[in-house]
């Protein structure tokens, strides 16, 4: 009754710090969201300058993964060759800095809740990379899948109130930029051995980041904020955005590492929800019938495609247990014979 009770506790526990996990994620990544809408749209804070804020977070991000690196030591750093860090680190930089920077552009142009329904594609985008570079194998189901995500996003778009070309051009190359980086992520660092946690991965990447958006920003938004004499750096509004944004980053290793990356797609999904509601209801934008219904169709192409991913990796467990099984049958078997023949070798003698 004890162990029984005990194993229950246990579970119900892990449970919780799953959910604990998700919610944590999904509250920081609605936050950054919505505070980055904040800050960008003309109509609340006004401050239109997406490189400048990427460049505020990366520099944030970068300053402090360097004191728990370098000055606190409170992580142990990556050992890794300036020719890995050239090859690896500086393209995965590359692909994340214009990833955040169209991003957080379209904030300017699209409502929060199109954004979401927008980055519904993030699947197709993935799958889709994956299979052009050969990670991923090409199958007619979930080519298929991946076309009714596309359809559903295509009759979101269809009927959005604030269609803006400009702003679904930044935000699906965003989405395709990401999915590029995620897949990088895969064939550079991954297949090389090489993993890196929040800190590490911001401590290498944030500089890249850094240098990269700082040749689109002296062209593009420099000669503005020289202009604009009038401006003041809000140490508060900044300071805080460029936390949570950090926080983000911890939040997202925390709940891959304590879950899985399949859980926080399916936290995804509930996020995308939420902010669809909160953009209806706070912010006040147009949500059309036509969109919900689009991005209905897209959200079950989503969920059939977490299941898929669920049922195989519940097949590789299984198939992997079963290999390790026979493997250990086969080990007692050779050691039963080596036991039988000993026995008739004393025999013998």
């Not at 009754?1 to 710090?17: P, T």
């Not at 142990?76 to 214009?98: C, D, F, H, K, W």
């Not at 991005?295 to 991913?309: C, I, R």
Request: charged share 15%.
């Amino acid at each position: 009754m004890g162990k029984g009770g005990s194993l229950s506790d246990g579970v119900v526990k892990k449970i919780v710090l799953s959910y604990t996990y998700v919610a944590i994620w999904i509250f920081l990544s609605f936050t950054v969201i919505v505070y980055n809408k904040y800050i960008l749209d003309k109509k609340m804070y006004n401050w239109p300058f997406p490189i400048s804020l990427t460049m505020i977070h990366m520099s944030f991000c970068a300053t402090l993964a360097v004191l728990l690196v370098r000055v606190f030591r409170l992580v142990e750093p990556v050992s890794m060759s300036r020719e890995v860090y050239l090859s690896s680190v500086v393209p995965i930089g590359a692909l994340y800095s214009l990833s955040l920077w169209l991003s957080n552009s379209a904030y300017i142009y699209l409502s929060v809740s199109f954004i979401q329904m927008l980055k519904a594609l993030m699947p197709v985008a993935v799958y889709s990379i994956g299979v052009l570079l050969r990670k991923e194998s090409y199958k007619n189901d979930t080519m298929l899948n991946m076309l009714s995500i596309s359809l559903g996003v295509g009759v979101a778009a269809y009927g959005e109130a604030r269609f803006d070309a400009w702003g679904v051009l930044l935000q699906l190359g965003a989405v395709a930029f990401e999915a590029t980086r995620l897949v990088m992520i895969q064939i550079l660092l991954t297949s090389k051995g090489i993993s890196l946690n929040p800190i590490t991965s911001l401590y290498y990447v944030a500089p890249c980041c850094l240098v990269f958006l700082s040749v689109p920003w002296i062209f593009v938004e420099y000669p503005v904020l020289r202009d604009t004499s009038t401006f003041q750096f809000d140490f508060v509004v900044f300071g805080t955005n460029s936390f949570c944004a950090f926080a983000l980053n911890l939040a997202v290793f925390l709940l891959v590492g304590k879950t899985s990356a399949l859980t926080m797609n399916v936290a995804g999904v509930v996020k995308d929800w939420l902010l669809i509601a909160f953009s209806w209801s706070v912010i006040k934008d147009t949500v059309t019938p036509i969109n919900l219904f689009g991005y209905g169709l897209a959200f079950l192409g989503v969920a059939y495609y977490n299941h898929s991913k669920l049922q195989a990796l519940k097949a590789k467990e299984a198939q992997k247990k079963t290999a390790q099984a026979d493997e250990e049958e086969g080990r007692l078997l050779e050691e039963r014979e080596a036991d039988g023949m000993g026995k008739r070798n004393d025999q013998q003698n």
